[in-house]
């Protein structure tokens, strides 16, 4: 059996206690996990808090960080392998998928890299004569940095990449659901030859690991993903603090489909857009919105896809759809999938989990177009679930699309190119895909609005988020200042 360990001020160690992982392709414990409590969270952000202090760190120049960010990302991709195994193996996403992610996860901390020695400040055309005044870029301070289980190497990234290079420190949490990539992480960072304290790595508990981390009054900032019950708590924690806060909390993402699209890529788009994955991503395109002048042949062509889809063992390169992470979800994904049909949804495939070892539930695809209040349409799945409405006008299709509380993705498939344009102006999301799904890079911001969060993550933006100004104010007069008491 595997054992990890929390990483604290550059030494690993065992946590206050330990709790045990299951590998969701099997429902076997595998491993034992560090569990952090209040004792281990308190140590995390007083090693954070010294390095951030330290000569070591803040004496370390831009272009001094961004050699240490390239170190780290050659280092993850020598070990991209195995932090796939251990992606799969905790989280049961297929390792066909984890082995394309993390190879790319190093190119976001080579993005930053070079980003390191380029957060410049600004000279301000100030207004008053004898006066000089420029604004200083500073690192906002110790950063709290909260991912879920799923892609958590890639959220990691978009969050550690961006605050190391802007000269922040951070205390990284992993999901207690799967930790072992991160903890796995902490070991190859240790390797890149930063300062000891400059990150550091611990999973855990709600309320003795979460709650004491997002509340504690060493932490200035607070970068998290994950669901809107969490960050209403983390939020409240906040005020304990008055941390800044940047939260990215997923989605019910349109993916509308008009009649003049090509199909077969519109559908192939579609089955990467909420089956890859399983269906565990927050830009999910679990809403299909598509024409009534094709719906029954898109239908057709999707169920038949969804059908020949290779369901097996994660850790098998053959394998295209695995097993749920936990067996909670595979209870929601049921018990929304039969609430919906209680509505007067009509399931086309799918719909109930597997008879088999593990948490596995099949692609499903539900036609809510009599069901309009069907709980399939407004509730994140985090799942392979497809909820599909159809439409007969773009202005029925925009109202669709935007009738929900979240707006972080969407996807729009035309040919027409000035329909194309109407359509990015009018959704109400922080990303639009136009012919194409799930598409990402270092250099394009990511994040959303409403009920998926605030902030984004990925691009210049996102770097100078961990920023603050300082503004500098010289005088450059050589006559002595005026008496304030004197009358003239």
Request: with cysteine; charged share 20%.
């Amino acid at each position: 059996m595997e054992k990890f360990q929390q990483y604290i001020g550059g030494v690993f160690s065992d946590g206050s206690a330990a709790f045990e992982s299951r590998d969701p392709a099997t429902g076997r414990v595998w491993a034992m996990m560090p569990e952090a409590r209040d004792q281990d969270v308190n140590a995390a952000v007083d090693a954070a808090a010294a390095a951030f202090a330290s000569e070591e760190w803040g004496g370390t120049t831009a272009s001094g960080r961004g050699k240490l960010l390239l170190r780290l990302a050659d280092l993850i991709a020598e070990n991209a392998g195995r932090l796939a195994e251990f992606e799969t193996r905790d989280t049961g996403k297929i390792i066909r998928e984890t082995s394309a992610q993390v190879a790319y996860v190093a190119e976001y901390y080579r993005y930053y890299a070079g980003l390191a020695d380029k957060i410049e400040g600004a000279h301000l055309p100030i207004d008053k004569p004898d006066m000089e005044v420029w604004l200083r870029r500073e690192p906002v301070g110790v950063v709290a940095a909260i991912v879920p289980w799923n892609s958590q190497l890639f959220l990691a990234a978009v969050k550690v990449g961006p605050a190391l290079a802007a000269g922040c420190t951070v205390v990284l949490k992993a999901s207690e659901d799967g930790p072992a990539p991160l903890l796995e992480f902490a070991r190859i960072f240790d390797q890149a030859g930063f300062p000891k304290g400059v990150l550091n790595v611990i999973t855990g508990f709600g309320q003795d690991c979460g709650a004491v981390l997002t509340s504690h009054p060493g932490v200035d900032h607070i970068a998290f993903t994950g669901g809107p019950e969490t960050a209403r708590h983390i939020v409240r924690n906040s005020a304990e603090n008055l941390a800044s806060t940047s939260l990215e909390l997923g989605g019910k993402s349109p993916f509308i489909v008009f009649d003049d699209a090509d199909i077969e890529s519109a559908v192939n788009a579609q089955v990467s857009g909420i089956f890859a994955a399983t269906g565990q991503s927050c830009v999910a395109g679990s809403r299909l919105i598509v024409s009534n002048k094709i719906k029954d042949v898109f239908l057709a062509r999707l169920k038949e896809k969804a059908e020949a889809a290779i369901i097996g063992a994660p850790d098998d390169m053959a394998t295209e759809i695995g097993p749920l992470c936990t067996k909670g979800q595979l209870e929601v994904a049921t018990d929304l999938v039969a609430a919906s049909k209680t509505a007067g949804a009509r399931i086309v495939t799918g719909g109930s989990p597997l008879d088999r070892e593990g948490t596995y539930f099949p692609p499903t695809i539900i036609d809510c177009s009599d069901a309009p209040d069907a709980p399939c349409l407004t509730t994140e799945f985090f799942g392979p679930v497809l909820s599909v409405l159809s439409f007969d006008t773009e202005a029925e299709a925009l109202e669709i699309a935007n009738d929900t509380a979240f707006g972080l993705a969407s996807g729009v498939f035309t040919k027409d190119l000035t329909r194309a344009h109407r359509m990015v102006r009018g959704l109400r999301a922080g990303i639009v895909w136009v012919n194409t799904y799930r598409a990402v890079s270092p250099i394009a911001p990511f994040g959303g609005s409403g009920l998926s969060g605030h902030g984004r993550e990925g691009g210049l933006q996102a770097a100078l988020d961990y920023t603050k100004t300082k503004a500098v104010w010289l005088r450059t007069s050589d006559d002595p200042i005026p008496d304030p008491f004197v009358m003239r």
